[in-house]
C-alpha cells in the first residue's frame, strides 16, 4: 500500500499533512466485486470497525455512520459524486468525539480502476482537511481499514482488530 501525505507534493520530512491524505493499493477483484465491498453495509462492518452504515449512495442522500450496536452515529455525511463501479465521493465528520465533530467537515474520495489481470487499483483521497487538523490526525487509520477490505476481498476474512 503506498500512502503519501502532504499537500499534493507526496510525502514530507514533518509527518502527515493536514490537507491531504492519499492511499492506493491494489486488490484482487473486479470493480463490481470492489464496489460491492465499499457499499454494501453487511461487507463494511467487516473492515470498518463494525461501523454500521446507511445510505441509498444517490448523490445528495446521507451516508449513516453508526456504531456496531447502533447506539452512537458516527457520521452523518452526504454523498457528493456516486459513478459505480468507479468513483464515490462523499462529506466526512467524526462525531464520535466532540473535538472532531467541531472541526470543518472533509472529503473522502474512493477512486476504483480496473487493471489488466482480473484487479483494480483503489485510491482513497482523504482531503479538505486544512481546518480540521484533529480529524487529520486521527484518519491516518486509513491504512489499517484498507488493508482489512483487501483482506475481506481476497480472502472473506477481515484482520485481527488492533490492539
Sequence with gaps: MTTTAGPSTGPTEAGPSTTTQVYE????????????AITNPQVV????HGAQVESTYEVGAKLRSLSPDRSQVW???????CDPPRRLVHTWRSLYDP???A???SRVTWEITAQPGGFCKLTLVH??????????ANVTGWS?????????VETGEPLPPMA
Design 103 to 105: 472541526e470543518p467537515e
Design 75 to 81: 457520521g452523518d455525511n452526504t454523498i457528493l459524486e
Design 25 to 36: 493499493l491494489y486488490i484482487r477483484a473486479t470493480p463490481d466485486v470492489l464496489w460491492d
Design 144 to 152: 489499517y481499514i484498507l488493508s482489512s477490505l483487501k483482506t475481506v
Design 99 to 101: 473535538a472532531l465533530a
Design 45 to 48: 462492518a467487516r473492515f470498518f
Design 127 to 136: 482531503d479538505r482537511l486544512d481546518a480540521s487538523p484533529g480529524t487529520a
